[in-house]
């Protein structure tokens, strides 16, 4: 492997490099100990749109880490900023099928969100949503995914916050935003314009907060699919870690491979801690 030098930023994911739900990975504090005293910029950059920034500072906290909302980015957030670049807030309409990590900074950019069953009919035209958008949703329900169908079946754009078919927990790998998808996808025949890992467009906005360029940022991950591919794609380096999604089998039949691989955020920590002054 190339040697681990030039590290002026890192973006880093979150479920499965930071924590197993609400379970903190060891080492969590020693980790961002050493990113401050190093001087380590950092984007906390994550596919899940389930939370809002503030909600992940609170969880963080919880865990012993302090963090700002400025140093998180969430799927949620840059599918926001990337309809707000492409439709014009003022006359869209918009329905998620999300938690408030997703409806929070559409709803901030300006959009007007539609609520359950409000969909463009002969007798209501105006009722129903331009665009529908879909997180990851722990409260979800029938009547939400019925709302979400029947206005794509009308007519309206199918927006992913995220792809990844299975999340991280403390239980184990579960279901992600992709099953969703992919129960929509089903129900209508279309398929969704993705927005987060592996499309390039969060490690872009997390650059451009953090005020570096590809040669000096690296993403660290645990997500082959996403993390890494995304990385790829973007130009930057990647490191994956193996507390998470993939695994050093898949890693053999991976068409990419990260840069670096290493067990878990305490070898991280030892590598940032070997760097050159």
């Known amino acids: 492997m190339e040697p681990f030098l030039n590290v002026r930023a890192l973006i880093i994911d979150m479920d499965g490099v930071l924590w197993h739900g609400d379970q903190a990975i060891p080492g969590l504090t020693t980790f961002f100990e050493t990113l401050r005293k190093q001087k380590i910029r950092f984007i906390l950059a994550t596919n899940n749109a389930g939370m809002t920034p503030a909600q992940y500072v609170l969880k963080l906290a919880k865990m012993g880490v302090t963090v700002t909302e400025d140093e998180i980015l969430t799927s949620g957030i840059t599918t926001a900023l990337y309809l707000s670049q492409h439709e014009n807030p003022a006359t869209t309409r918009v329905f998620v099928l999300g938690e408030a990590g997703a409806s929070e900074p559409i709803k901030k950019c300006g959009f007007t969100l539609t609520g359950l069953y409000e969909v463009n009919t002969t007798a209501t035209p105006n009722q129903g949503a331009d665009i529908v958008v879909c997180g990851k949703d722990q409260t979800l329900t029938w009547d939400k995914l019925a709302t979400a169908t029947l206005n794509i079946r009308a007519g309206a754009k199918f927006i992913g916050t995220n792809a990844d078919t299975t999340l991280p927990t403390e239980y184990g790998i579960t279901h ?87 067990d878990d955020i305490l070898a991280v920590t030892a590598a940032l801690q070997s760097l050159p002054h």
Not at 182 to 208: D, R, S
């Open 176 to 262: 992600g935003n992709g099953a969703i998808l992919a129960a929509l996808q089903a129900a209508t025949g279309v398929i969704p314009t993705i927005i987060g890992k592996p499309e390039p467009i969060i490690y872009q906005q997390a650059m451009a907060l953090l005020g570096t360029d590809t040669s000096e940022t690296i993403a660290i991950g645990d997500r082959l699919e996403t993390d890494i591919l995304g990385a790829v794609r973007t130009g930057i380096r990647s490191l994956m870690v193996l507390t998470g999604v993939s695994t050093q089998e898949d890693l053999k039949t991976s068409d990419y491979q990260p840069t670096w691989v290493m």
